[in-house]
C-alpha cells in the first residue's frame, strides 16, 4: 500500500455550475428489478434528519452525493473455501431512505463505481417527490451480478467516467467534484486502489469547494477485511472532516450460487 502523502492538485476539473431544478432524463431510469432484501426504517418518519447507515444530514439545503461501490466483493467473497454471498439491497434500501428523507430544498446524486464509475446523472437534482421517486426506481434497479462493470451497465455514455482497472474509488470521487456536493457518504467494503495520487487528491479538492464538502465514509465489512483497508478508511473520513462507521454486511447465504 502507498505510503499516506497527497499529491500536489495540478489541473482543476471543470465543476458545472449550481443547476436549477431538474428532473433527470428518462433514459437514466432502467427497469426496476424486485429488491430482494430487507427495507430500512425510513428516515423522517418521525421527524428525525435523514441519514445514511445512522449518520444524520445536518444541514436541510445540502448538496448530497452517494458513492457507492459496486465491485464484484460488494456481492461475494471468499473466506476459508466458502464463497460468501451478501445482501445488496439492505445498501439500495439505505440509499432510498436517504433520499426519500431529504429536505425538498436538498439537492443530489448517486454515484456507483468500480473499473470506472457512473452517476444517476449529469447533473444535482432537486429533491423533490417526482425525483425522489425516479432516483429510486433507478436504485432499485442495479444489477446485482458481481461480474457486471460500469462499461456493460445500461445509461448514457456522459454519465460515466472509464479510468483503468480495479475499484477506483479515485475516479468516483473525481466524477463527485464536478457536482459540488456539500456532503459526500461513501460506502465500501474497504478495498482502496491508488490511494496516495488518487482518493486524496481528489478528497483534497472536495475540502476546498466553497463550502468544503463534508465526507462520511461507512465500511461494509463482508467476511475479509484487512487492519490496513480499515485504517485508510478512517483516514479518507478523518481528511474528508466526516464520519467513519463499520456496518456488517448482510450474508445471504454460502456455498454455491444459486
Known amino acids: 500500500m502507498a505510503a499516506d502523502t497527497a499529491l500536489a492538485f495540478s489541473a482543476p476539473v471543470p465543476v458545472a455550475p449550481v443547476p436549477a431544478a431538474t428532473a433527470p432524463s428518462s433514459d437514466s431510469v432502467a427497469a426496476a428489478q424486485p429488491n430482494r432484501g430487507r427495507a430500512g426504517k425510513s428516515p423522517g418518519s418521525s421527524g428525525s ?56 430544498k436538498a439537492f443530489f446524486n448517486v454515484v456507483i463505481y468500480e473499473s470506472g464509475s457512473q452517476a444517476y446523472d449529469t447533473q444535482m437534482i432537486l429533491a423533490d417527490g417526482s425525483a425522489k421517486k425516479l432516483a429510486a426506481e433507478w436504485i432499485r434497479s442495479l444489477d446485482e451480478d458481481p461480474a457486471m462493470t460500469i462499461a456493460k451497465r445500461p445509461g448514457r455514455a456522459e454519465t460515466k467516467l472509464l479510468e483503468g482497472k480495479g475499484t477506483r474509488l479515485d475516479t468516483a470521487l473525481k466524477q463527485t467534484l464536478g457536482f459540488q456536493p ?15 495520487e488518487g482518493v486524496f487528491r481528489w478528497l483534497g479538492e472536495l475540502r476546498k469547494l466553497k463550502p468544503a464538502a463534508e465526507v462520511h465514509v461507512i465500511q461494509y465489512v463482508t467476511q475479509k477485511t484487512t487492519e490496513e483497508e480499515t485504517e ?8 474528508g472532516g ?14 454455491p450460487r444459486e
Not at 456481492?75 to 451478501?86: A, C, L, S
Not at 485508510?232 to 481528511?239: E, F, P, Q, T, V
Not at 466526516?242 to 456455498?255: H, I, M, N
Open 49 to 104: 434528519a435523514p441519514a445514511f447507515f445512522g449518520i444524520p444530514i445536518k444541514t436541510p439545503e445540502s448538496r448530497v452525493v452517494l458513492v457507492l461501490d459496486t465491485s464484484n466483493t460488494m456481492f461475494e467473497r471468499k473466506r476459508d473455501g466458502k464463497m460468501y454471498f451478501f445482501d445488496f439491497s439492505v445498501i439500495k434500501q439505505e440509499a432510498i431512505n436517504l433520499i426519500t428523507g431529504l429536505s425538498d
Open 182 to 196: 456539500s456532503v459526500v457518504f461513501i460506502l465500501t467494503d474497504g478495498e482502496v486502489k491508488r490511494v496516495e
Open 232 to 239: 485508510i478508511l478512517r483516514k479518507i473520513a478523518s481528511r
Open 242 to 255: 466526516g464520519k467513519f462507521k463499520t456496518v456488517e454486511a448482510a450474508t445471504l447465504s454460502q456455498g
